[in-house]
């Protein structure tokens, strides 16, 4: 609601606004790493090993027919496990609840939040004089964090301390290791809202006050060198203003991005799969497990996990967002001076 009131050499207004942002975001992958879907590499890529007795000899001065021209070993090794039908590596994305069970298989990832957010101004535009306004307000805003109601929020941790890390704790823990000689490099970990009685994935920020100030005037002179530069009555106006805005917080960050991160949804994989399903990250083509020959396939264990969540081998993250607890809304000063002349 905004209003507007009329008084004397005054105008005021005033208002205020209140806005709930919803989003839900459902996907079937981190970006980076897997999907929820089974994925089978049929490949000799880095488990699966082929002898060099499973491949033509390698071509030389003396061996010029049915051999293997420098570098084409590789590609033999990859067409014959990928002929084969050997399993180099399985791999697939897990999703947990809000307690960290695992969710059944192809469950997709997922966060159903809203977000408040509201604001209240105030602006008084007085007329002093026919040649002069003078315009002064105030804005004041509060946006809240987002809530989850699936629960999947969660905090990064230091796991020696237990405390949640922040941007200013990392990068002066970091100067001091460095200014001694040693690195900083902490074992992190995830907590579960659940495990916290800190729900909200930053705090809010409270002192976003935004003031503003303006003036317009019509300077008007007679006889003299000014008339000539600013013209006669009403040809020229002089205009300076300054405030303070700040910014919206996008969702991206504040909900989408923290979904990414290890604790709710993790890649897991067995690499080179022998005859029987064990995952022996060694294989050849005499105990290599082969698609359609030895089964149906392997499908990955979803491991059990305990709060709050170290990421650890053998199922590592390739990246983990986390928005800075600590955040401040983004805010920028802008300063105008403008002269406008007519001719």
Not at 24 to 38: E, F, M, P, W
Not at 200 to 221: E, K, Q, S
Not at 266 to 287: E, K
Request: overall charge neutral; charged content about 15%.
């Amino acid at each position: 609601d905004d209003l507007s009131w009329n008084k004397g050499h005054h105008l005021f207004q005033f208002g205020g606004d209140f806005r709930r942002i919803r989003t839900y975001h459902y996907r079937n992958d981190k970006v980076i790493g897997s999907i929820t879907a089974l994925d089978v590499e049929l490949d000799a890529a880095g488990a699966v090993t082929i002898p060099a007795e499973n491949r033509p000899p390698d071509c030389s001065a003396t061996v010029t027919t049915v051999c293997l021209a420098a570098g084409d070993a590789t590609r033999w090794n990859r067409l014959f496990a990928g002929t084969a039908g050997l399993i180099d590596n399985t791999n697939v994305l897990v999703t947990r609840d809000r307690n960290l069970n695992p969710l059944p298989l192809g469950s997709p990832l997922q966060s159903n939040a809203y977000q408040n957010a509201v604001d209240f101004y105030f602006s008084d535009t007085w007329r002093i004089r026919p040649s002069l306004t003078i315009t002064g307000g105030l804005n004041y805003q509060i946006q809240f964090a987002p809530v989850d109601s699936l629960g999947r929020t969660a905090f990064m941790i230091d796991d020696a301390t237990g405390q949640t890390v922040t941007s200013t704790d990392y990068l002066n823990n970091a100067r001091r290791a460095a200014l001694q000689g040693n690195i900083y490099n902490p074992t992190l970990a995830w907590l579960p809202s659940t495990r916290t009685s800190q729900k909200a994935v930053f705090n809010t920020d409270y002192g976003n006050l935004g003031p503003r100030i303006a003036a317009a005037w019509t300077p008007f002179f007679e006889n003299s060198l000014w008339q000539h530069l600013f013209g006669g009555k009403g040809a020229s106006v002089v205009r300076a203003g300054y405030s303070i805005t700040y910014d919206r917080m996008n969702t991206v960050w504040s909900v989408i991005e923290p979904m990414l991160g290890p604790t709710f949804a993790q890649t897991i994989n067995c690499r080179g799969p022998v005859i029987g399903g064990s995952c022996a990250n060694s294989s050849n083509p005499t105990d290599a497990y082969r698609i359609g020959v030895d089964g149906p396939g392997v499908v990955p264990t979803s491991p059990v996990v305990s709060s709050p969540l170290v990421v650890g081998t053998p199922y590592g993250e390739t990246f983990a967002y986390q928005p800075d607890p600590i955040i401040g809304t983004g805010h920028a000063h802008q300063i105008d001076f403008t002269i406008q002349r007519q001719l």
